[in-house]
């Protein structure tokens, strides 16, 4: 045996000590109590992920998310070592054939998101109705909900055969670090012309009145913040909720033309808004599919350590208190919002950017595997949607129709 592979094989065991080493940290931790954070090394995070695969991956993202990660006494008693064993076969490993794995893309038919339980019946009705008052346009295609990353991947395409499970597992082993929190809608917010609730999340009975004590220089962060750092750590892809830096959870209850008009709709529902709360003890995978269709359960991810994992819907489910057909007004709204944002020009210069067609030389051979029949359907189904778009446009007063829909 050589002196270079001695030499690694002396280095890796070492790895190995000080993997255990942090193991114990971990039990130490859970056992310490609440603000106690799990120790890490970056330069052992970048050697084992230069060094191994997915397993180890997973485990440098989570120690390197120990700020996210705090250990308080019902939320997070378990150690890293009873998360990785129970997600042992929730993460591919390198020997897996990956080429039956659907490949992926995030699309804005996808999301992550958190929804009231369809048993908090008074929270629906409460939201629906100040949905309705204040005519939002996506009342019919979107629930009540609160995104954790948007856009997400396609992960079960139309004409797939097959799920892309991959990024299904690395949500799943999210999902069991994050144990059950409350929620309150108790306060409102706007972004611009959008008006929506602010979902404050605690444990415990534990709201922002009384603060958790927490090890000095640990960021006492509402749990389903720390749900999405930890999503977003695992899928880094998914930055679009962060907006410098930071995530701002929010439930949209409509959107205006204008912040004046915004905060209008804010002082109506003040005059009768009661703060709502419900528990979070699951989070969803919805997709829509079409243009006029409805976001609907692809898959529901319980929280917790002793959850049992992903049920996959297929074909995917409605939530039961969504409407089962988009009416009129709502239909005539959301084509004026779409004709508003189209004529504002925010499609395509999002975050100060301007996209810039690219030549063929530039663009390279087609990565399209559609065969020409394929193609050509395609081409025809977007001459057909440009058609009507523009008679919708036409009919809203817009001449600007080649935006996708909201």
Sequence with gaps: MTFAVQLFLAFFNEIEVDYEAR???????????PGTRVPHSSFLILLLMALSGTYWILLATILKSANAFVVNPRSARMSLRSLLSSTNDAVPRKDE????LVEAKKV?????????????ADVWDALTRARTE???PGLYRWPSHANILYPFF????QNAESMNEEKLKLLVAAARVCEPFQVSLDSFGTFGGVLFLYPRSFRDGVGMQESIPREEGVLDEEPLIQLQS??????????????????????TLSHFSSLKDALDGQAKLETWWQAKEFTVHEIYVLKRVGDDGQFKILATLPLGVNSEGAQVHDPPIVFPAMPLVEEDWVREERMAYKAR???SGTRGKRRGRTRKKKTPLQRGPSKSRDTPEEI???????????????QEAAETGSDDYTSSLF
């Design 341 to 343: 944002r189209n004529g």
């Design 134 to 136: 204040l005519r939002d």
């Design 108 to 120: 804005h038919t996808m999301t992550v998101c958190m929804v009231p339980e369809a048993k908090y």
């Design 154 to 157: 396609d992960i079960k395409p």
């Design 23 to 33: 193991i114990n940290n971990c039990q130490l931790a859970a056992q310490a109590g």
């Design 376 to 390: 050509a359907k395609k081409r025809a189904e977007r001459s057909t949607k440009r058609e009507r778009l523009a």
């Design 230 to 251: 930890l999503l977003q750590e695992l899928l880094p892809e998914c930055d679009d909720q962060k907006r410098n830096g930071k995530y701002t959870p929010h439930i």
């Design 97 to 100: 054939p990956q080429d039956e």
